[in-house]
T-cell receptor, first 112, second 113 residues
């Protein structure tokens, strides 16, 4: 059964820092992995989608990588800003199922 | 605008009173899913649908029903709500294939008293 873990659960950094959020999954047979942002009490906004055949995806200051063999994905945020403060969630789509399994998220606070 | 629309956004109800949360998408997506989000437990899948008239249970289906009579709509039905169904609910949709990710609705905050 696929399990997705995100560590740390919470992170505080000063503005301007580059940071890395981690996502681990137990079953490497995934068809894609998606990173989301969630503001308090709000819906999920898709940030990046990495297909199983890809190694990374980039959008602006965000870069997500995928290493299926080690069961890891990372989300790199460059030059963090207070507006980046939110909870970041990763979700893995497991091959052979229709399920998207979510991690419990990393709550990020960027201090001005 | 491409979107998933859920209604209502907020709902307070009493134990045992049947309710329906509607979900509609305008992107012609085949896959649709319902999730609930609870503190410390993250997002858990309740039901999913691969296409019209094709649905299956997710990880926490007890106490819920769904239907998929039209491609765009995927309502979530609570026949006899209980306080443990108090949660934040999300509907999501996507196209099949590894190149497509989920688009989420804005959520429905349900309180059962």
């Amino acid at each position: 059964k696929q399990e997705v873990t995100q560590i740390p659960a919470a992170l505080s950094v000063p503005e301007g820092e580059n940071l890395v959020l981690n996502c681990s999954f137990t079953d490497s047979a995934i068809y894609n992995l998606q990173w989301f942002r969630q503001d308090p009490g709000k819906g999920l906004t898709s940030l990046l989608l990495i297909q199983s055949s890809q190694r990374e995806q980039t959008s602006g200051r965000l870069n997500a990588s995928l290493d299926k063999s080690s069961g890891r994905s990372t989300l790199y945020i460059a030059a963090s800003q207070p507006g980046d403060s939110a909870t970041y969630l990763c979700a893995a789509g497991t091959s052979g199922t229709y399920k998207y399994i979510f991690g419990t998220g990393t709550r990020l606070k960027v201090l001005a | 605008e491409a979107q998933v629309t859920q209604n209502p956004r907020y709902l307070i109800t009493v134990t045992g009173k049947k309710l329906t949360v509607t979900c509609s998408q305008n992107m012609n997506h085949e896959y649709m899913s319902w999730y609930r989000q609870d503190p410390g437990l993250g997002l858990r899948q309740i039901y999913y649908s691969m296409n019209v008239e094709v649905t299956d249970k997710g990880d926490v289906p007890e106490g819920y029903k769904v239907s998929r009579k039209e491609k765009r709509n995927f309502p979530l039905i609570l026949e006899s709500p209980s306080p443990n169904q108090t949660s934040l609910y999300f509907c999501a949709s996507r196209k099949p294939g590894q190149g497509f990710g989920y688009t989420f609705g804005s959520g429905t905050r349900l309180t059962v008293v």
